[in-house]
T-cell receptor, first 114, second 116 residues
Framework: KNQVEQSPQSLIILEGKNCTLQ??????????LRWYKQDTGRGPVSLTI?????NTKSNGRYTATLDADTKQSSLHITASQLSDSASYIC?????????????FGKGTSLLVTP | DSGVTQTPKHLITATGQRVTLRCSPR?????VYWYQQSLDQGLQFLIQ???????AKGNILERFSAQQFPDLHSELNLSSLELGDSALYFC???????????????FGQGTRLTVV
């Protein structure tokens, strides 16, 4: 069972509109949560990273929130642009042990249309 | 450009064959991670190396193996290839373990493997 669940699976919005992507996780013990943007056929690029004590982190038009109590995160995109069309992947890292394997969600595919 | 280099970009091979994928991490990064991304799947963690030593293993098949060399580049070896092994294989690198707050992971552009 995937320990990181993202919703919606796909989303289509008009250019200029806002949207929010969701990420729920069961990974434990929690270390940090990252949001990546992955353009088709390319490697993921980090947008934000948050640790346990951080509730909000912004990167331009991208704002991520984290509720470590409910184990939920969201990525809000403001004033969307055509270039925002991509897959957005939530990644949760577990603390401890000799390795820090990342737990990936399957991503939300976002399409921004004119 | 993330600074992580993967070669080749594309690879087409027949079932039963063996291939080697190569990854050069960013300068100064000690950790290398390998991921598999199939068409309808998210990124699946395969294996991590840190400064030449295996650090963590994910869902890596026994037919697959990897190593990290003294110059920190890494190779992923895939043998007895099956049709289902067709996927994008990504390499990522970071300075250290990914549990560290300030550590960032940078991904290469991937190698697209097609098994026919």
């Amino acid at each position: 069972k995937n320990q990181v669940e993202q919703s919606p699976q796909s989303l289509i919005i008009l250019e200029g509109k806002n949207c929010t992507l969701q990420c729920n996780y069961t990974v434990s013990p929690f270390s940090n949560l990252r949001w990546y943007k992955q353009d088709t056929g390319r490697g993921p690029v980090s947008l934000t990273i948050m640790t346990f004590s951080e509730n909000t982190k912004s990167n331009g038009r991208y704002t991520a929130t984290l509720d470590a109590d409910t184990k939920q995160s969201s990525l809000h995109i403001t004033a969307s642009q055509l270039s925002d069309s991509a897959s957005y992947i939530c990644v949760v890292s577990a603390r401890g042990g000799s390795g820090y394997a990342l737990n990936f969600g399957k991503g939300t595919s976002l399409l921004v249309t004119p | 450009d993330s600074g992580v280099t993967q070669t080749p970009k594309h690879l087409i091979t027949a079932t039963g064959q063996r291939v080697t994928l190569r990854c050069s991490p960013r300068s100064g990064d000690l950790s290398v991670y390998w991921y598999q991304q199939s068409l309808d799947q998210g990124l699946q963690f395969l294996i991590q190396y840190y400064n030449g030593e295996e650090r963590a293993k994910g869902n890596i098949l026994e037919r697959f193996s990897a190593q990290q060399f003294p110059d920190l580049h890494s190779e992923l070896n895939l043998s007895s290839l099956e049709l289902g092994d067709s996927a994008l294989y990504f390499c990522a690198s970071s300075v250290g373990g990914l549990g560290v707050r300030s550590t960032e992971a940078f991904f290469g552009q991937g190698t697209r493997l097609t098994v026919v």
